[in-house]
């Protein structure tokens, strides 16, 4: 089973990444983790607070988790899709992150929408690249060839153009 840390910015557009991630790993159970880096605060009342914080969720629109429920229906594979966010700015914490989260691989920083939510947004491709797991990319040789192969020219064409 195979768990894929996403970058995200919650948009509906950054779930476009699964339905190519499970034609790559047809034979596996998939688990997705969505996840969302901010700075930890200074503020002391802030951090005790932390653990019932609540108002990162609602960065996260109500189409998101729909069409989160739409793929784990049409992709038997999906085992889990989840929304996380990590606080931090360490290596040392992003490691127990991602060990904590049962992390085996990282989608490319180019496979992924992200914008900064807020201020407090941390670039999470800084700590990706550093991590030391494997970077997985979204293959779209298919769909290229198909495109391919589609605007390919007929045969009465081709001679047309012969002549």
């Known amino acids: 089973m195979k768990t894929i840390f996403i970058p995200t910015d919650f948009s509906l557009n950054s779930l476009d990444c699964i339905t190519n991630l499970c034609e790559q790993y047809e034979n596996e159970s998939l688990n997705f ?23 990162e969720y609602d960065y996260i629109p109500d189409g998101f988790y729909e069409r989160c429920n739409q793929i784990k229906a049409e992709c038997p594979q ?38 900064s939510l807020n201020k407090s947004s941390l670039d999470p491709f800084v700590l990706t690249s550093k991590c030391g797991l494997p970077i997985v990319s979204v293959l779209t040789i298919k769909k290229l060839v198909t495109e391919q192969v589609e605007n390919a020219p007929t045969a009465k064409q081709m001679i047309a153009e012969a002549y």
């Open 78 to 115: 999906v085992v889990s899709i989840r929304t996380e966010f990590f606080f931090g700015s360490t290596m040392a914490t992003f490691r127990n992150f991602l060990e904590a989260n049962d992390v085996t691989c990282i989608l490319n920083p180019k496979d992924c929408s992200y914008t």
């Open 33 to 55: 983790i969505f996840v969302h880096a901010f700075k930890l605060s200074d503020s002391i009342s802030e951090l005790l607070m932390l653990s019932r914080r609540s108002r």
